[in-house]
Each structure stands twice: as structure tokens, then as C-alpha cells.
T-cell receptor
Framework: AQSVTQPDIHITVSEGASLELRCNYS??????LFWYVQSPGQGLQLLLK??????LVQGIKGFEAEFKRSQSSFNLRKPSVHWSDAAEYFC???????????FGPGTSLSVIP | DGGITQSPKYLFRKEGQNVTLSCEQNLNHDAMYWYRQDPGQGLRLIYY???????QKGDIAEGYSVSREKKESFPLTVTSAQKNPTAFYLC?????????????FGPGTRLTVT
């Protein structure tokens, strides 16, 4: 069965520090990959997506993610975190653009001023 | 501005009562979804609909029902058969088949059943 794991339940970083959130997936072929962000008590917003091509994708709010087929990973990065980045981050995967989306359990990010 | 609205934001019900959560979108999206979110469990799919008058069960459909009489609306009813209904419920939509991963979410409804 397809699955998505986010090994870190909670991460705390200082404002201005770099950030990397990990995501690993279990699929038979190259999936479609996504990162979503959820502010407290709100819905989710799409940060970025990977379908094919360049394995480094840029998203909104200064985020980027890198697809590594050999590691079945799609880690999210940001070079300098802002206090407003504190939120829950979800990695998601779908087998094709027609299949349902599988969400990871989420990583909660706290930012220290 | 286009978007998805969910009402109310907070909902309180007594055990044994059915309750209906509203979801409306003006994005002209074909497909709509209901998810349940519990702490530490990510999002779990309850029901989804790809066209009007048609819908499919997701992973945790037991105790829930939906209808899709209009493209813009996809209400979710939490029935008394749902054993643990207290949760945060999220509605989402996508443009249609071929764009399932790019979902637009509403602000959610937090349901508390006592």
C-alpha cells in the first residue's frame, strides 16, 4: 500500500536559521509529490508540487523541495525561516494525477524569535 | 475572490444527533472532497465527488453521508452511527480529473460531540 512518512513530529528552529523537513514515500513508480502548509485552525495551502522534470522545485513563500528517487524522499527546505512560518506541514503523494491523495502525518514547526 | 467556505467554524452537538457540515465553492471546480483531521494522524478521506450526483466512499466513510446536487455544494452529514465524531473536518476541491493533487481547502469546521 502507498504510504507517506514524515519522521519528525515536531521541529523547533530559530528565526533566520535554515529548515529542512523530511518526507519519505512508498510507491512502485515515480509519484506526484506535494507539500502543504496549515496555519493553526485553518485549512491547508499548497506550497509546491513535483510532477516530473527538474528534481528541485520552487514554491511559494520561499520554500523549495528536492525529489530524490534513490532515497524515495521529497524534503522541504527554506534557507532562512521567518516567525510566520510556524505551522503544520504536510507531505502528500498521489500515484497519478487521477488517484486520491495520501497525506503524511504532518510535522509541526515552531520558530523561536 | 474565489474560494471554499465552510460553516460554521465551530459546531457543538449532543451524542445521538445527526449534524450537517456545509461546504460551498465558487471556483467552478468539478471535484470535491471531505477529510477528517485528528491530531497526529494527518488527513483521512471520508468521501469525494468528481461530478454532480455522483460520489465515492473514501477510507473512513462509515457513519457519514454526503450529497452532490449542485456543482458548488458538497454537504457532509455526520450521523449518530459515527462512533467518534469529534474532529476537525476539512472540505477541499480540485479543478477536476487530472489535477487531483492540487487541492484547495476550506478553513475547516471543528465539531465537538458530547
Amino acid at each position: 500500500a502507498q504510504s507517506v512518512t514524515q519522521p519528525d513530529i515536531h521541529i523547533t528552529v530559530s528565526e533566520g536559521a535554515s529548515l529542512e523537513l523530511r518526507c519519505n514515500y512508498s510507491y512502485g513508480a515515480t509519484p506526484y509529490l506535494f507539500w502543504y502548509v496549515q496555519s493553526p485552525g485553518q485549512g491547508l495551502q499548497l506550497l509546491l508540487k513535483y510532477f516530473s522534470g527538474d528534481t528541485l522545485v520552487q514554491g511559494i513563500k520561499g520554500f523549495e523541495a528536492e525529489f530524490k528517487r534513490s532515497q524515495s524522499s521529497f524534503n522541504l527546505r527554506k534557507p532562512s525561516v521567518h516567525w510566520s512560518d510556524a505551522a503544520e506541514y504536510f507531505c502528500a503523494v498521489t500515484k497519478t494525477s487521477y488517484d486520491k491523495v495520501i497525506f503524511g502525518p504532518g510535522t509541526s514547526l515552531s520558530v523561536i524569535p | 475572490d474565489g474560494g471554499i467556505t465552510q460553516s460554521p467554524k465551530y459546531l457543538f452537538r449532543k451524542e445521538g444527533q445527526n449534524v450537517t457540515l456545509s461546504c460551498e465553492q465558487n471556483l467552478n471546480h468539478d471535484a470535491m472532497y471531505w477529510y477528517r483531521q485528528d491530531p497526529g494522524q494527518g488527513l483521512r478521506l471520508i468521501y469525494y465527488s468528481q461530478i454532480v450526483n455522483d460520489f465515492q466512499k473514501g477510507d473512513i466513510a462509515e457513519g457519514y453521508s454526503v450529497s452532490r446536487e449542485k456543482k458548488e455544494s458538497f454537504p457532509l452529514t455526520v450521523t449518530s452511527a459515527q462512533k467518534n465524531p469529534t474532529a476537525f473536518y476539512l472540505c477541499a476541491s480540485t479543478l477536476g480529473q487530472g489535477r487531483l493533487g492540487e487541492q484547495y481547502f476550506g478553513p475547516g469546521t471543528r465539531l465537538t460531540v458530547t
